[in-house]
């Protein structure tokens, strides 16, 4: 009969991995009760906050569509309107493409246009005048997409110039009859390529003649590049043109110039021959020289260009050049040709200027376009017409730029135009700019135009919001407006002009460092437009309602708002403001926002947190809480119940915190480097009160759920997979939203984070001991079981299930004191503090998590200790019953197994290895103390008994006083004698078996026997099962006090051996001997003894020694020898050898001893003095044949006895009615004349 005792390793490591799937699992209505005491307090601060947390982490990682925030927020009737105002704003325009108004722009007003045409300030009759004559007198070809006939641009001129019928015949007829103009043919020769080579090295020294065919009398030639195929010239000519200009031509004529040498000029350059080619070559030339005295230039290739297709705005072009003679291509040059007059620039370029703006609203008036779309297409017969204007003005391409880019500017205040149209105008005038190449006048005039031009920029970046965000035309007109920014605040600007007037500029904060650079206005652009969006947002998401939670949500909503244009922002917007102006935009507009919401929140939340009312309850109770003051001390509503008191903080308050946290992080990914100088850095100052309330409340709720949770709790496993039951799942539930709270309140100050982790520890600590102490009440009067025979306790599934609770809770602590961060806030305190302080404050915590995990495991010690002890009655009954019929009726020793076999079974499938491990250690620790207890209550009834006697025979043998009269005074003595026996040296049952009767050694060795059966039972692969020390003594002491009385005087023996091996420094003498085992002899030596100790008057000893053997039951035969007396020595030489002949038994005696007594020899008393003892084991004598003189010494230290502690001696102290034992005691008290040495007193 044994019960096999099974490792069982726990399925689940982690206590937190199954929490939510066993809660999922249990009762519904137990779960609803339970949080029906707290209004679900946990589940609000926990789950609600991590699900608030998600769906914001969610939001921001996802794409945002334009303006999309504003539908989500409950409620916001402004982002609802903006939202509509942004889809009002598109419309259709002729080409079919949408387009966006902005709100700043107007649309265009035909009278507005007529009066812009009268106030010009020009000759309108002459201006039209000089167009009509350069219709009739085209020049050049046609540009390719301003083919227009003369009668349709004479058509259109008139509608633009809104001339009547009769009036454009008069000046049609006064333009026919001015004579033709002068024109020049304007021609650049830039440069040639892949030129055939004439001379002997392979090369060329080109040059180009220039002609027209109806002059080919007037030549221009180019300047000669020498030894190049590809030369360069970039010079410039002026042809001047006759009448039949359409059918005149430009010739290019490509020569190899050839200098005047001799032929021995000629012949130095033999060695720069090139290939039998160039030798050739060089060979005709020196022939042709030898023949007529002159080499002349060779023709290398030649271009004939049409006047006719030369375009009105000129063109450049690479022509092929070709020879009669030749069939492949000699080379191409590269020529740039245009018109031009002898007008005067400055007149021409003011016509130009007033053209434009006139053709410019009339194409704005007719094609209807919508604002910022037209990027500078005018129709065909207006393009014509500029065309051949800029061409007979003789304007530049430079002049031309500059006067669109005047005109474009002064119109777009009114009409805007396309920023890409200023950006094209910029590329054209940029350059000469900042070349110097553009006069003083027309700088002014190009300035003038840029202040024109920059309020629409700046106002484009101020109101960037009323567009829809990443729509692909307002992000291209962002990204125009960036380069048109740019690109001016490379340009220096002259100190006569201010770009920034405050006129226009109203919103600009001037700068005392001098003039605003575009840089700073674009930034401050930024921020106002950032602060104008603030105020929008307040103005229409007004608090109408002035209680705490609404102000709150008010302040969320604030914040979501802004956070939404910061992702706007950062998602679409900062891109082009980096890549151009490399200007951090949302960088700028957190500055601005972070600045306002402090200044807005945090008023709000200290005030918020002052009202808390603060938690006032007494340690361990639950019941007596009231909520005091608020943080100031005061209060209106006096100390009213917890119970009745409504949620005492509310999630919103910390879904703020939320807020701020993520807007935070925000600003971190903005600005890297320097978050921290934000005002808003500091945002969690402003919540410490509201947290620390929390945790007070959230203590006092805890241990009020695990409280209720302990009162459902059916102590029934949750399923069959864990041990465990539903109150420790409610409870770990609990800490979980602790957990939960504080992970998402990530708390940034190293400090303050120590402060809550330490209280939040210190809370959870002291939660689990208030479960340990609630569940060990739940089940202490669980396992009763009476019948009619008896009354016993029974191990019941409830008090398995009540410890495994326990240590289920108990080992949760160290795990979730790591979720919450303990080790990354030590580590950040030894950076900011110093690793001393760090490391005290680990140490500070580290104590009260083992101090509390100390006090649950004693606590389920102490649970399994009253489990055992209930059990230990039946269990020792059962023991007794076996020690006194062990080998009468074998029934008792059944019944105990039984016993403990069902109760240890239920333990084992019910409890977890651990406890159960510990469960055994404790059986055995209690019954060793049950054992132990009986025993020690046997000595102390012999004790007691022996006093008697002692008394009786005092008082009657030795008084002679008859017995009738000392009656009394024997009761009375009895009575003292019992006093002297120390009752708190007594339990209970040891003090209720003082009038037991004695128990004999047989009933010792039964008990010893019942004992070791039970140990064989709970044995497993020859190994104790326990492991109390207790129980490994009480053994030993049932072994001792089940022996005989002959086996007790050699145990004692055997301890006073044991005592001498100890002995490193003997103050008694020694004794030196030498002793060996021949076959079954004994051969000894007594060698001598030093430093006797002297017991003669006069300082010295006759000393002898006498040798026996132990036992003596087992040596009665053997003789014991005795060596020669030496008189008034301390030093005795003995010398002398015996030689003891021992049967085979006796030479095989287990733990058999050597026992050598010195005694001083006394010729004038009955008994020699006793000087010393000492002992040699048969283990320690050789067995061998050798010469006993080859052996070596061995010394023994001589001893006493010195004390009665040995519990050989007390076991037989407690023999006192058996004789040999009390004659043996009676000749160890001769050892010690002088002194009481067993005195029972």
Request: hydrophobic share 40%; with cysteine; net charge negative.
């Amino acid at each position: 009969m044994s019960l096999e005792v099974k490792l069982h390793k726990p399925k689940h490591d982690d206590p937190w991995k199954f929490v939510f799937r066993k809660l999922r699992d249990a009762d519904i209505v137990s779960k609803r009760k339970i949080q029906e005491v707290d209004d679900s307090f946990f589940e609000k601060f926990g789950s609600l906050l991590k699900q608030v947390s998600l769906k914001a982490a969610i939001e921001e990682a996802t794409p945002l569509a334009p303006l999309k925030e504003i539908e989500e927020n409950d409620g916001e009737k402004a982002e609802a309107e903006l939202l509509e105002e942004s889809r009002s704003l598109a419309r259709d325009t002729d080409s079919g493409n949408e387009t966006l108004l902005d709100t700043d722009s107007e649309p265009e007003d035909p009278e507005k246009i007529e009066r812009l045409v009268e106030t010009i300030d020009w000759n309108i009759d002459e201006l039209y005048l000089e167009i009509l004559y350069e219709i009739l007198h085209n020049v050049g070809g046609c540009d390719v997409g301003c083919e227009a006939g003369q009668l349709a641009m004479l058509s259109y001129v008139q509608d633009a110039f809104k001339i009547s019928n009769d009036k454009h015949k008069e000046l049609l007829t006064q333009a026919e009859a001015k004579e033709p103009p002068e024109l020049m043919l304007n021609v650049e020769l830039v440069e040639a390529k892949d030129l055939v080579p004439k001379d002997p090295n392979g090369l060329s020294d080109p040059f180009v003649t220039i002609y027209l065919m109806s002059n080919s009398s007037h030549r221009y030639n180019t300047s000669v590049k020498s030894s190049t195929l590809n030369p360069v010239w970039e010079e410039y000519f002026s042809l001047p043109m006759r009448e039949n200009l359409q059918e005149d031509s430009l010739c290019l004529e490509v020569w190899d110039f050839d200098p005047a040498e001799t032929v021995k000029e000629k012949m130095t350059k033999m060695f720069e021959v090139k290939g039998v080619k160039g030798f050739r070559k060089l060979m005709k030339e020196i022939a042709i020289t030898a023949s007529y005295g002159k080499h002349d230039n060779e023709l290398i290739g030649t271009a004939n260009i049409p006047l006719k297709s030369i375009p009105a705005s000129g063109m450049t072009m690479w022509f092929n050049l070709s020879k009669k003679s030749k069939l492949r291509r000699q080379g191409v040059v590269k020529v740039r040709l245009n018109f031009s007059s002898e007008k005067n620039s400055q007149v021409a370029a003011q016509e130009h200027r007033h053209l434009l703006r006139i053709m410019l609203l009339h194409e704005l008036e007719n094609s209807k376009v919508a604002p910022y779309w037209w990027c500078g297409n005018f129709s065909g017969p207006a393009e014509a017409i500029l065309t051949q204007h800029v061409a007979q003005s003789g304007l530049s391409p430079t002049e031309n730029a500059l006067a669109q880019w005047s005109v474009y500017c002064s119109l777009t205040v009114d009409h805007p135009l396309s920023f890409a149209l200023f950006n094209m105008l910029l590329e054209k005038i940029t350059k000469p700019l900042q070349s110097g190449l553009i006069k003083e006048e027309d700088v002014k005039l190009f300035w003038d135009g840029a202040k024109k031009l920059l309020p629409t920029c700046f106002g484009q970046i101020r109101k960037l919001r009323k567009k829809t965000a990443g729509d692909n035309t307002v992000m291209k007109t962002l990204r125009e407006v960036m380069k048109i920014l740019y690109k001016l605040s490379m340009l220096d600007v002259p100190d006569s002009v201010d770009l920034f007037p405050s006129n226009v500029y109203g919103w600009l904060r001037s700068n005392d460092k001098g003039r605003l650079t575009i840089h700073e206005v674009l930034n401050q652009a930024a921020i106002q437009g950032a602060s104008d969006w603030f105020v929008h947002i307040l103005d229409n998401n007004e608090c109408k309602d002035k209680e705490e939670e609404s102000r709150l949500q008010h302040l969320i909503r604030v914040i979501q708002l802004v956070r939404s244009d910061l992702q706007r922002a950062i998602e679409y917007h900062d891109r082009v403001f980096i890549e151009v102006m490399n200007f951090p935009y949302s960088k700028a507009l957190y500055g601005l926002y972070e600045s306002k919401i402090a200044s807005l929140v945090e008023p709000e939340v200290i005030e918020v947190c002052k009202s808390l009312k603060r938690l006032n309850y007494n340690e361990g109770s639950t019941t007596s809480v009231h909520l005091a003051g608020g943080l100031t001390g005061a209060t209106g509503l006096g100390a009213p119940r917890v119970e009745d008191e409504p949620l005492a903080m509310g999630t919103t308050l910390f879904e703020l915190y939320l807020a701020l946290q993520r807007f935070l992080t925000l600003g971190q990914g903005l600005n890297e480097t320097d978050w921290s100088s934000y005002a808003i850095s500091k945002f969690h100052w402003w919540f410490f009160g509201g947290v620390a309330q929390w945790l007070d409340i959230a203590a006092y709720k805890a241990l009020t759920r695990i409280e209720k949770a302990v009162d459902l709790d059916p102590l029934t496993v949750i399923d069959s997979t864990v041990k465990y039951s539903s109150s420790a799942v409610d409870t770990l539930q609990i800490f979980y939203q602790i957990k939960i709270f504080w992970t998402q309140l990530a708390w940034p100050d190293v400090e303050g984070s120590y402060t809550f982790v330490a209280k939040i520890i210190d809370d959870i600590c002291r939660c689990c001991v208030f479960y340990s102490d609630r569940m060990s009440g739940r089940v202490d009067n669980a396992g009763r079981v009476s019948t009619v025979f008896e009354e016993r306790f029974e191990v019941t599934s409830e008090w398995c299930v009540a410890i495994n609770n326990i240590d289920y809770v108990r080992q949760s602590l160290e795990p979730f004191v790591e979720e919450l961060g303990m080790d990354d806030i030590i580590q950040r305190l030894c950076e900011c503090k110093s690793p001393v302080e760090a490391q005290r404050c680990k140490d500070t915590l580290q104590c009260v998590i083992a101090n509390a995990i100390d006090t649950v495991k004693n606590k389920i010690v102490e649970i399994l200790e009253i489990m055992v002890k209930k059990m230990m009655p039946s269990i020792t009954r059962f023991l007794m019953e076996g020690a006194e019929l062990l080998h009468q009726d074998c029934s008792s020793m059944d019944r105990v197994m039984r016993y403990l076999e069902a109760n240890l079974d239920t333990l084992y499938q019910q409890l977890n290895n651990d406890n159960f491990s510990r469960t055994l250690d404790i059986v055995w620790e209690q019954l060793g103390e049950v054992l132990y207890e009986l025993i020690q209550a046997n000595l102390e009834k012999e004790k007691l008994a022996t006093r008697i006697r002692l008394l009786r025979r005092r008082y009657f043998d030795k008084n002679k006083v008859s017995p009738n009269s000392n009656y009394l005074l024997f009761r009375h003595r009895k009575a003292k004698i019992t006093r002297y026996i120390d009752p708190r040296r007594l339990t209970k049952s040891a003090a209720a078996n003082l009038d037991a009767k004695r128990r004999p050694p047989s009933f010792f060795s039964n008990l010893h026997e019942c004992l070791k059966i039970m140990i064989r039972s709970f044995r497993q692969d020859n190994k104790d099962i326990y492991s109390s020390e207790t129980l490994k003594r009480v053994e030993y002491l049932l072994k001792l006090h089940g022996m005989e009385t002959r086996e007790l005087i050699h145990q004692y023996h055997l301890e006073r051996w044991q005592e001498q091996q100890a002995i490193n420094e003997p103050k008694m003498g020694i004794l030196t001997v030498r002793a060996q085992f021949i076959e079954d002899n004994l051969k000894l030596e007594i060698l001598n003894a030093r430093n006797l100790v002297a017991t003669d008057s006069n300082g010295l000893c006759d000393s002898y020694v006498r040798v026996g053997l132990l036992p003596e039951d087992s040596f009665a035969n053997v003789m014991k020898p005795k060596t020669q007396t030496h008189n008034k020595n301390l030093f005795p030489l003995y010398d002398e050898m015996f030689l003891i002949p021992l049967s085979h038994e006796q030479r095989r005696v287990r733990d058999g001893l050597l026992h050598f007594a010195i005694k001083d020899k006394d010729m004038f008393s009955v008994t020699n003095a006793f000087v010393g003892e000492a002992y040699l084991s048969f283990g320690d004598v050789p067995d061998t044949v050798a010469p006993i003189s080859s052996l070596q010494q061995q010394h023994l230290p001589l001893t006493r006895p010195s004390a009665i502690d040995g519990d050989a001696i007390k076991a037989l102290e407690s023999r006192q009615g058996d004789k040999q034992a009390r004659e043996f005691l009676k000749k160890q008290r001769q050892k010690m004349p002088g002194k009481q040495f067993f005195s029972l007193s």
